[in-house]
């Protein structure tokens, strides 16, 4: 978009033109209205944001008295998030894109039409670098957190996770564990990438021989962790200890095997990932690696304010340093 361009100056009826539909269908449709069917709502929406029209929500709130948005209040990375905006007096809109882009995509254009003054974000699973650009283009200023986008140009803040698996996976070789699987996470994110990298890293460094089935990608819930169990103690040379790719999969897991008549941390060791509060009131408490979430969260909201004000923000990825909180789920191999 040319310098000094305005998305927003971009007419209802340039579009209707160009699609053959009347203004009052465009409208309708960029509001999404039922009234209009979905295949021609998604073509005026995909023509919309190819010539860069972003609609005004601001001017429509003020003819309805509705802006369609609710807030949410969490805790854990964005209660930092939070803490550090609230200094500069900046309030939070919270999106959960459950990992599907086009619902990213939506929120963004929200952002846009609130003339929100930037947004921090964990990007779904095939986020393209042309949406952070979009973003950045139309005076959005973007910060990752989490996970990174390949060729997107935002500071990303997230935990070593190669470097924190690698801390899991050493605890348990130390123990004397040879046969260790990894449960969870997909390889279309940086941080599964990292995450088995650091699992890979640790085993061949130890001269531990690795199982291709030893490794069940997939689960990221507790439900997942839960139903990975029975795959996993029917495995060939069946491991004895796991690493997984976050708590919730290893709480899930534990339920799992007890549910088999095993016992976490005595037949089977099971470590996690993200030090949930969960985490330490589980039954057993679960060994598993802290990853800096809200120091993430203070630190995005940092680089957010810096550029915000208009300073320089030099960083491309900070890592923050993991470590690992040894509880009651991992010990020595059972006999």
């Excluded at 579009?15 to 009234?35: F, N, Q």
């Excluded at 199982?211 to 491991?239: I, M, N, V, W, Y």
């Amino acid at each position: 978009m040319p310098e000094g361009t305005l998305a927003q100056k971009i007419k209802l009826s340039t579009i209707a033109d160009a699609l053959g539909v009347s203004t009052a269908t465009v409208s309708l449709a960029l509001r999404d209205s039922p009234l209009v069917a979905d295949a021609t709502r998604d073509r005026i929406k995909d023509h919309a944001r190819t010539i860069g029209y972003i609609y005004n929500r601001r001017a429509a709130s003020l003819r309805t008295s509705r802006s369609g948005i609710v807030g949410v209040v969490v805790h854990d990375i964005l209660k930092s998030i939070e803490s550090e905006l609230d200094r500069s007096r900046q309030t939070f809109i919270l999106s959960n894109h459950y990992d599907q882009v086009d619902k990213q995509r939506n929120f963004i254009d929200t952002l846009l039409q609130l003339g929100a003054d930037g947004v921090i974000m964990s990007p779904a699973i095939g986020t393209p670098r042309e949406d952070i650009s979009l973003a950045e283009d139309n005076g959005l200023p973007v910060v990752l957190i989490a996970r990174s986008v390949e060729g997107a140009n935002a500071p990303v803040f997230r935990g070593d996770d190669a470097y924190g698996v690698g801390l899991a996976t050493n605890h348990l070789i130390s123990l004397g564990h040879k046969r260790i699987a990894m449960i969870g996470g997909t390889d279309q994110t940086s941080t599964g990438r990292d995450r088995y990298r650091g699992y890979v890293m640790a085993m061949e460094k130890a001269g531990i021989e690795m199982f291709p089935d030893h490794r069940l990608p997939g689960p990221r819930t507790k439900q997942g962790g839960f139903e990975a169990a029975s795959q996993f103690l029917a495995l060939k040379e069946r491991p004895t200890a796991a690493v997984c790719w976050n708590d919730l999969v290893a709480i899930g897991l534990m339920n799992g095997i007890s549910r088999a008549g095993l016992v976490p941390g005595v037949d089977i060791s099971v470590t996690g990932y993200d030090d949930l509060e969960e985490a330490a009131i589980a039954t057993p408490a679960l060994t598993t690696v802290w990853n800096g979430q809200r120091e993430v969260g203070r630190r995005a909201a940092r680089a957010l304010l810096d550029r915000l004000s208009g300073e320089e923000v030099h960083v491309a990825t900070d890592l923050i340093r993991p470590e690992l909180h040894i509880r009651q789920s991992t010990g020595k191999p059972a006999r």
